[in-house]
């Protein structure tokens, strides 16, 4: 057997020159150059999107939402700048309450706003390598968002700490299968409420070298968010480019109040992106039917898309959906079901039809447990996500516990799968080599195909090689200690953490928004709620 | 409050007449009731398949499958009256070796020769009420074929028994998430080899009243089985329809050996049906590249289903499909994968465009655990079954550990996904009242939707609830013991026997199959391998 030889299934096959055993095995280790060839800074899909309706269902459900717009209407509370936005665009403005007001919208009025707002664009990091675009064909994963707790299986269930949190995004930054650093990766409590933001955004810059989310929680945090980007990024890069996001959400149904519509003109203003996201639970604060639940997301979250291209024309804005199914037996909301699926899946048309990116579902579960029970769960709800073309799913990695949880050892089960997902959406090349024929005719009939020309050429690019799924036999399995997957997965988060190393910063720009927290921290009173 | 209300979130909602809190309570129980409207004999779909690949490619893999009839052609080996009668029919035949032709078809002849076999048929179960249509919109889920051992928590894997092959019948008649009772559901290897079909096929019978397989592993055993269909059906029945059904498998590439061919010639002679299965491990019996493997695949299982009509114009056949990825660290097939749950979608649509039946996938996983890393698999295999339009899929429930076990926890938490997919496949259905408008306007803004008409008239039956997920909060969960989705599997496998009843059957004929199996046994020794 010569060095460019190499042992499959106990037949000798040639192997390309300077790829010895030891480079192969090296590779086998899941580690560092585990399907290198399908590493990416965000996915270009290469599949069709699945599209489940026909032509006259979504036309339904676009009327719908035009009739919900014109004749129900949305309600904005506490923010007159956005009313006098809306009015000035040919809202009809009726006062309900104090500081609250009914808007309605013409049918058609919405679409016709939406039409500067771009479908597709880049958010940058301040890695240039790692800066990703989001629209269009183009996919990214980020990790899930917004747990109050967290959850692993040496220590169980606690509320999670800033240490949590800088642990988190090292995961999300140590996995090549994410795209993008997320935002509240998980909730740090042990940093007051009006100071935490600071601290998760300069995690995200420091810890990562990644695009990220900024804080939405009130405006004046948005605010400092963007100015942590001027500071990292410089004021002029950042006012000609996307460089943050804010995620926010409506008070469904059929309400935005005004601490999400002053950060929505924040980010807008900032020439930032903005995700504009109805969370829709079935039979509470939507219809029960997936038919009117998603007329209604369109309705609500059409209507924050278009408050940002009234605040300037051209700021990124991304439609969004989640949507989420009823226990029977509780009440409470439940996640990775088939219907919010479904949903998610006509979404993907409507997003395409207004010519917006789409941000929906993630690896949802209820479990509370990284079990057979989450990654059914999740995977009922991602391969909705990657089916339905959606350019930004956020939520892909470490959802548990019915999103009250950011669970360590899911967060490496997810990001694994977010791989398998690189090579899904790699879709299926039809050409003369991938066809193959003159492999099947070099033997004919009854010979295996091991050493022909077509396999040696194609071997090591064919197949997803997972780096936690184990595929070795029982008895292999079985000596090795019989571990069951989510065991596998404590042992990778450690390791992972173990070898992490931070990206290079300029000092000059760290000390600087270290300056910058500092003043802001010392210029109010702690605040716990 | 009254006997016709209920507390749902807190909020008091009204209920029909007739359902109190104790029909709810039973209904609760992931018992009897669960999910009752979606209950069917079997699935008709309301979504659309997952198109995947445009025309044009789609032309090419059929081109390419044409090419290799013609030009490389399919071995036939120890079957003289199979070689007889394709060369009738225009076979091109060379004799390769003793009992061995090559068999080459011009292009066209094979899809000419298909034009007879039925694009949907009927098998009858037992029971009218379970019988089963195979074909166009309609889709049978089916448990795992197969396995030589089984596992289970409590005891670990080992070999099977006939008292696991009844355990795992009676498990699949008790779940109505599946549709057929399979086949050799585990290998009784307790039971001579040479008469152990014998009591598989009456285990079907007997404990189960639904469609089944019947013996494929040697043309009398196949004679076997449907002499047996005819002692419970009566011959004539049988003679007009399709009651059995024989899985049989190529030996790829491009081989159908003479214990095949023979074993599908007399089901087709008897009018029933045949499954024609490849089994393709990408880089060992077929190319690594999807498109090849499939263009090969489509190619041996056309010439499978082409020798029905050659016995039988009109009985019926299945094309399928069985792809696998190749472990780049084992040499071993993987299974689960992203590569072939794409070669499945593709296998679907050139089953609609040959206008025949489809088997694909199933519920597939390496795992040796029913854990996080079984059911990601499972899923990402399971979801391409159901896209791809596949109209009867094998290996629903129970298949772990790359199909060498079979697993009774894997086979409830299969069952249950099974029932999810119920709910998925019925699609969304867009009209006046699903749409939902008057809900959304009862209140308008800012008002939720618990007690509204809508939400009352749709609350029993719009989103899936599991049997088997726990959807309860982390506190309720965590004092209720924290188990995880396997120990819960494993507690409704152990309640499921124990509840198990069996189905009634005729006396007389009962007493006939034993009579039967008695004398076949006595008639030859017996054989262990």
Redesign the interface.
Known sequence: MTAQSET???ETVQRKPGRGRAARRA??SGAASQNAHLRVPFITRN??P?????E??LQ??EA?AD??LA?????FRDDEETVRLFRAAGATVTEVSAGAS?LRFEPGMIREILKTAPARFTQHARNPANSVEIGGDATVFAPSYGSP?VMDLDKG?RYGTITDFENLVKLGQSSPWLHHSGGTICEPTDVPVNKRHLDMVYAHMRYSDRAFLGSITAPERAEDSIEMCRILFGADFVDRNCVVMGNFNS?S???WDGVSTRGIRAYAAAGQGSVHLPFLL???????????A???CLAESMAGCALTQLVRPGAPAILASFLS????????P?FG???P???SL?MGQLARRLNLPLRCAGNFS???????????????SM?SAV?SGANYILHSAGFL??L??MSYE?FM?DAD?CG??H??MA?????E?????D???EN???????GCA??LR???T?????G???????ET??EAG?E???TR?NRAWKKTLAEYQAPPIDEGRDEALKDFMARRKASVDDAWY
């Open positions: 499959v299934l106990g590779e086998r599949i069709a699945y599209d489940l309706l026909g006259d269902s339904k459900i719908t009739r919900i004749e129900i209407g949305i309600e009914n707790f269930r008070t149904p059929l309400v079935g039979g509470a604060v939507a219809p029960l039917t997936t038919a009117g998603v007329a209604q199914s009823m226990s029977l037996r509780t009440g409470s439940t079901t088939p219907e699926a479904l949903g006509v209820t479990s509370k447990l990284p079990d057979a029970q989450a990654m059914q769960q999740a995977m009922m391969m089916q516990d019915g009250l949880s899911k089960l799968l398998a997902l090579a899904y879709g299926v090349a039809v050409n080599d991938t066809l193959a024929f492999a099947l005719a004919g009939p009854g010979e295996h195909l091991f077509h396999t194609h071997y090591e064919s197949f997803w090689d997972s936690l799924n184990d595929d070795t036999t029982f399995w079985s019989g069951d997957a989510m997965a």
